[in-house]
Antibody
Framework: QVQLVESGGGVVQPGGSLRLSCVAS????????MHWVRQAPGKGLEWVAF????????WYADSVNGRFAISRDNSKNTLFLQMISLRDEDTAMYYC??????????WGQGTLVTVSS | DVVMTQSPLSLPVPLGQPASISCKSS???????????LNWFQQRPGQSPRRLIY???NRDSGVPDRFSGSGSGTDFTLKISRVEAEDVGVYYC??????????FGQGTKLEIK
């Protein structure tokens, strides 16, 4: 069955950096686009970034563009999110999500990022 | 950006009664490929979101048939024919026709009355 397992979250100071990972299994990772979606505590869902199956083209929410970078290693079935210049408002649960058109059919359990001094 | 507006934001429903959630988009979600990429998600307390409905009205595998989706253009609806205790949670609509960005509704919290 499809599994998405995120890791790499933690507490980081404002201005700091963090790299999230998501290991996928149960499907042919290299044939699917992948997303990161986040959810601030007690708030709704916000799409963060998307990468196509080959990792060549990436798209970002305006709120993270220029600070976050999505990437993937298809040989290791792993999705990444490199985050720099972190702000208080980046505090959220970050979910790795499979698929595109229509997509969003499988979600990981999430990894919590807390930006605090 | 396409704005998704859900109503109501809070929905108390007695067990066994029907429930309906509206989702309106700021522009038509009809895609040039002939599809309409409107999804519905359920997020139970303490859990990750789960897709229930894709492309307006297609139920995902394992989703009870008491859940149904309908609509077109800018107006969409998620209906639960008879609410059960396990349906408690927050429901989100999301559009994938005009991206980036993909956009979600604010969420509708369903509780048992």
């Amino acid at each position: 069955q499809v599994q998405l397992v995120e890791s790499g979250g933690g507490v980081v100071q404002p201005g700091g950096s963090l790299r999230l990972s998501c290991v996928a299994s149960g499907f042919t990772f290299s044939t699917y686009g992948m997303h990161w979606v986040r959810q601030a505590p007690g708030k709704g869902l916000e799409w963060v970034a998307f990468t196509r199956n080959d990792g060549i083209n990436n798209w970002y929410a305006d709120s993270v563009n220029g600070r976050f970078a999505i990437s993937r290693d298809n040989s290791k079935n792993t999705l990444f999110l490199q985050m720099i210049s972190l702000r208080d408002e980046d505090t959220a649960m970050y979910y790795c999500v499979k698929g595109h058109y229509p997509g969003f059919d499988y979600w990981g359990q999430g990894t919590l990022v807390t930006v605090s001094s | 950006d396409v704005v998704m507006t859900q109503s109501p934001l809070s929905l108390p429903v007695p067990l066994g009664q029907p429930a309906s959630i509206s989702c309106k988009s700021s522009q038509s979600l009809a895609h040039s490929d002939g599809n309409t990429y409107l999804n519905w998600f359920q997020q139970r307390p303490g859990q990750s979101p789960r897709r229930l409905i894709y492309k307006v009205s297609n139920r995902d595998s394992g989703v009870p048939d008491r859940f149904s989706g309908s609509g077109s253009g800018t107006d969409f609806t998620l209906k639960i024919s008879r609410v059960e205790a396990e349906d408690v949670g927050v429901y989100y609509c999301m559009q994938g026709s005009h991206w980036p960005p993909y956009t979600f509704g604010q969420g509708t919290k369903l509780e048992i009355k």
